[in-house]
């Protein structure tokens, strides 16, 4: 089939929407279909749209139903989708009605759904190969905050908590990913000057992001709102544990019974968390055999073999 494959961030953007739309196009090209990935669809003839972002990529969506009423048309569904556009927008709202097909990234999405779509969705949990362990720190407990300094990402959430842990913890967290605002940077450098034990290294390669993560002993994600992180996949992939803040998308990518929730906004729980898992070879344990059980929920073949079954619903026609 001839793909059309809109995300509303090109592959300058780095994000988990990039991301995404790469690895699909690939387990999609792979399994033999003619993959295009836009940002906007450029008009020309395509089987069947697959669109990420129910409300950045409307036009797109809206063009391709227009001109192809009958032809397959799945939508991907994101945080800012699932947990504001939809309820609020109403371009995000037709986009719904459009797709013959939806998908969300972790099981709790389709909660957010009004019930006559629910038929029609399909959980594809993202996925990361694994990434080989190198030796921690000697005299360090590293800790890692991925993502770019965004407000649904509560960016500064760790860097408070590490106001809060005992004077000899040995604990240091690292936070990756580049300010979208020059308000972010100047608080980033603000909290650097400020917080001794919270460093902020802006925005990296992959690779570097990835280095990090491998020889880390914990990754913290304090998310207002998420669809189902990429980076949870990623630290999962490392056997990394994740301290996570309890809102619907990490719970429908770490499970009802994780151990490692705090409440969205506590740092002084995050913080008892992060000490705990330094100090407490149980928890710790605990956290990683959760995190271990999750992990196979988020191998590359899986994401690649759901993926192709969805598009495979639609290869004799829309249905």
């Known amino acids: 089939m001839r793909i059309a494959l809109i995300t509303p961030y090109g592959r300058e953007h780095r994000n988990g929407n990039w991301h995404t739309a790469a690895r699909w196009a690939r387990f999609l090209r792979e399994a033999g279909h003619t993959v295009r990935t836009q940002v906007e669809w450029d008009g020309r003839a395509a089987d069947l749209m697959l669109a990420l972002h129910a409300r950045r990529s409307f036009a797109s969506i809206r063009a391709f139903a227009e001109r192809f009423p009958s ?5 991907a569904l994101t945080g800012t989708d699932l947990y504001r556009d939809i309820h609020e927008d109403r371009e995000a709202q037709q986009a719904l009605e459009l797709a013959h097909r939806l998908i969300v990234l972790q099981n709790r999405g389709v909660d957010e759904l009004p019930p006559h779509l629910a038929a029609r969705t399909r959980v594809i949990y993202q996925s990361a190969p694994d990434i080989p362990r190198q030796p921690a720190p000697a005299h360090t407990f590293e800790v890692l905050v991925i993502g770019h300094l965004r407000t649904e990402k509560d960016p500064f959430r760790a860097a408070l908590a590490t106001a809060y842990l005992p004077e000899h913890s040995q604990i240091r967290v690292t936070h990756l990913g580049g300010a979208l605002s020059e308000d972010m940077a100047e608080t980033a450098e603000m909290a650097q000057g400020k917080l001794p034990r919270w460093r902020w290294l802006g925005d990296v390669p992959h690779r570097t992001v990835l280095k990090h993560l491998s020889r ?52 002084r729980r995050l913080a008892g968390l992060l000490s705990m898992a330094e100090t407490d070879p149980d928890f710790y344990a605990d956290l990683l055999g959760h995190a271990r059980a999750r992990r196979g929920l ?6 690649a073999s759901r993926l192709r079954q969805v598009v ?7 249905g």
């Open 298 to 303: 988020m191998r590359p073949e899986q994401e």
């Open 216 to 267: 880390a002993r914990l990754m913290v994600i304090s998310s207002v709102l998420e669809g189902g992180a990429n980076v949870i996949c990623e630290a999962l992939a490392a056997d990394v544990p994740v301290l996570a803040s309890h809102m619907p998308g990490n719970v429908g990518m770490l499970g009802e019974d994780y151990p490692g929730y705090f409440p969205v906004g506590d740092e």
């Open 312 to 318: 495979a619903e639609f290869e004799q026609g829309p």
């Open 71 to 75: 032809r397959p048309l799945l939508l």
